[in-house]
């Protein structure tokens, strides 16, 4: 299973949304709390190629978007299939 990495901040509820689905999926991630750390924002920004919103999910190397896009992918079956490559 490839690292699942998620850029958050406080009082974020798509965060906490994103957050509930790979916890409910039982997925292992890292989470990068930048509320407080711009060095993180950037570090995320420059990953997720400009985009500059809470959360950024990375599946491995893959750059899934946000709370959005990954709940997307599970109701287009998709998602396990991402994390299992």
């Given at each position: 299973m490839p690292n699942v990495t998620i850029y958050?901040?406080?009082?974020?509820?798509?965060?906490?949304?994103?957050?509930?689905?790979?916890?409910?999926?039982?997925?292992?991630?890292?989470?990068?709390?930048?509320?407080f750390d711009p060095g993180?924002?950037?570090?995320m920004i420059q990953r997720a190629k400009g985009v500059s919103t809470f959360p950024q999910i990375f599946v491995g190397e893959t750059h899934v978007g946000g709370s959005d896009e990954l709940h997307a992918l599970e109701r287009a079956g998709k998602l396990d299939?991402?994390?299992?490559?």
């Open positions: 958050t901040r406080q009082l974020c509820g798509f965060c906490s949304a994103a957050k509930r689905l790979l916890d409910k999926k039982g997925v292992s991630y890292v989470e990068h709390d930048a509320t993180l924002k950037r570090e299939a991402l994390l299992m490559a």
